[in-house]
C-alpha cells in the first residue's frame, strides 16, 4: 500500500528526423546515437550539409502502433529550424510523457522524411506518395489486359529485394542454396527458395516486434511504384538492351553459364545468376531491382481476367484463388518476361531458385 506502482511495457521506438524534399538530395544524417541518461532519453545526431543551411526538424515516434510527434512528448533540444552541424541533440523525457513508468528496452533510428529503415533488420524503405496509373499493357498477353486507370494511397517499400541476411533475423536456418552449381546464399542476395506464405509469416514476424504493420505490396501498388511515372515496358524505356544498366536479367553472362536459354538480352550485366541488391540503377522512385534479379511474391490471389473487374481505388485482388501472384521477372528471364505489366501466378506454397519478395507497410495515421 502507498508505494508506486510501475507498469513495464514491452514496445518499439522509431525516431523520424523530418527534412523539407528541397533538402533531402544534399543533407545527409550521421553517427546517430542513443542514450538513456536517468529519467530521459538522448538522441545525438550530424546533419552535414551546406554550412550554417537551416532544416526543418521534426521527431515521431511509434509505440505500439501509434504515432507521437514532438507537439505529443516533452521534448528538449534541436527541434524545429536548425542549422546543420555535429553533435545535435534531442532529449526525451520518457518518464513525463509516459507517467506510469516504464523499463524496456528501445528500438530506435533516425532517418530521413521520404525513408525509413527497419530497426530490427534495417530495412530500408522509400515513401511512396499516392496516385493514379494506367496499369496493364494491351499489346501484351491477356492477363495484362484490358489497361485500366487504378490509384493507389500512400504507402511506403522496401528499397532493394529481403536478402538472406535480413530473412535470417526470422529464419536463421532458411538456406537459399545452389542453382546450376551456382551459388545463391550470400548475405546480400535476394532471399530465394521462400514461398508466398514464408513471406507472409516473415512480415507477421517483424510486426509483431515493431508495431509496424508490415505487409507484402498488393499487385497494384507493386506496379505503381515498379513504374515510377513511366509508361513504357520497363522503367528505363522500351529497350531490351539497355536493361543490363537497370537489372539483373538473362544475358550474355547467363547464356555463357546456362546454355538452354534461348533469348537474351543483347547486353552482359556481368552476373550468371543473382546479384547483390542495389547494384544497378534504380527507378525514378529510388527503388532497386524492380525488375530483374528475383521475381517477387504480391499479396493478390491470381485470375486471369481479373484486370476487367478490378476496382478503380486501392484494388486487392480476388478474394480467393489457387495462385498468388509474382512480378517483376528475374535473371533467368528473357527479354518479354522483363517487363513492368507482366504477371505470373504460383501456387502459395511453391518455392523456386527465383522467388523472393519485398514488403511494404502503410503511414500510420494519428
Partial sequence: MGAEKTV???????????????????????????????RQMVFTFDVTGKPEEEVQVDLAIVVNGKTYTSKDLY?????????????????????????????????????EKNSFR???TGIEFVFIKGGCFMMGDETAEEDEKPVHEVCVDDFYMSK??????????????HNSSYFGGLFL????????????????????????RTGVKYRLPTEAEWEYAARGGANSSRFWGDSPDDACSYANVADKSTKSHFFMINEIHNCDDGYKAVSPVGRFKPN???L????????????????????????????????????????GGSWYNEPPFIRLSIRDAIEPSGKDFNIGFRIAFTPVKK
Fill in 288 to 327: 532497386y531491382d524492380m525488375l530483374g534479379n528475383v521475381w517477387e511474391w504480391v499479396s493478390d490471389w491470381y485470375k486471369k481476367e481479373y484486370y476487367s473487374e478490378s476496382p478503380k481505388k486501392n484494388p486487392k485482388g480476388p478474394q480467393t484463388g489457387e495462385a498468388k501472384v509474382i512480378r
Fill in 8 to 38: 513495464k511495457k514491452i514496445f518499439f521506438i522509431i525516431i523520424m528526423l523530418l527534412i523539407s524534399p528541397d533538402d533531402a538530395i544534399s543533407i545527409e544524417i550521421k553517427k546517430v546515437k542513443a542514450s538513456k541518461i536517468e
Fill in 185 to 208: 546464399n550470400a548475405p546480400m542476395f535476394p532471399v530465394v527458395n521462400v514461398s508466398w506464405f514464408d513471406a507472409e509469416t516473415f512480415t507477421k514476424w517483424l510486426s509483431q
Fill in 118 to 120: 527497419d530497426p530490427i
Fill in 284 to 286: 525514378k522512385f529510388g
Fill in 160 to 173: 532493394y529485394e529481403i536478402t538472406n541476411e535480413q530473412f535470417w533475423n526470422y529464419n536463421l536456418t
Fill in 75 to 111: 521534448l528538449k533540444g534541436d527541434i524545429g529550424k536548425i542549422t546543420t552541424g555535429k553533435n545535435k541533440q534531442i532529449q526525451w523525457n520518457i518518464f513525463t510523457a509516459f507517467p506510469e513508468g516504464l523499463y524496456t528496452p528501445v528500438y530506435w533510428d533516425v532517418f
